[in-house]
């Protein structure tokens, strides 16, 4: 490389000394801060960092506070929940309410809602339970499609019934996996 040793300056990240390279301009070299590109992307980072906002308010950005249930307005998953990221890290957007309103949710537990609305963010909407809690909460409110739409006679006829699950489904009004899971032997097994 051609360095014009005469001619050098601090590094704004690392402090190392470092000299002109000749292929530049005085103009480049007038703005020049960092020794090497690798400097140069470390003190970018930091920079980024500090102008980060809050967690906090990154999560309070996607809130629309209303009278009843207060709907997040960022980017849902498959299942229709509330996620964001922050420091290239995913958050559940119902679990982090929860945390916020000073319950977190322990290992093993998941937020549960009480209003029925998956994209709800509301904390007094929200409390931390187990699965097993989340789906006996369900059944009792009727959301579960098995439960609700299927008696033990057609449970018992889809059963028997060969052919596509997703045709199957849509003749009884239920969902492919609820057809593969009767068909499994994991629902309705008592049917006779």
């Not at 889809?158 to 492919?176: L, P």
Request: net charge positive; charged share 25%; hydrophobic share 35%.
């Amino acid at each position: 490389m051609y360095r014009d040793l005469t001619c050098t300056k601090a590094c704004a990240h690392c402090g190392e000394l470092f000299a002109r390279d000749m292929r530049c301009t005085w103009a480049h070299w007038g703005r020049a801060k960092f020794c090497s590109r690798k400097c140069n992307a470390a003190a970018w980072s930091v920079l980024s960092i500090k102008r980060r906002p809050p967690i906090e308010d990154a999560f309070s950005r996607y809130v629309t506070k209303a009278d009843g249930c207060w709907p997040w307005s960022g980017l849902t998953d498959k299942d229709g929940y509330g996620v964001f990221f922050h420091a290239k890290k995913q958050y559940r957007a119902p679990a982090f309410a929860l945390k916020l309103d000073g319950r977190p949710v322990p290992k093993g537990h998941m937020a549960c809602h009480t209003c029925d609305n998956p994209i709800c963010v509301r904390p007094d909407h929200l409390y931390p339970g187990t699965p097993k809690q989340n789906v006996a909460d369900m059944i009792q409110r009727g959301r579960a499609n098995h439960a609700k739409k299927l008696t033990a006679e057609q449970a018992i006829q889809i059963r028997n019934m060969t052919g596509d699950h997703g045709e199957i489904a849509a003749a009884f009004g239920v969902s492919r996996s609820n057809v593969s899971q009767i068909k499994e032997g994991k629902i309705w097994r008592n049917a006779q």
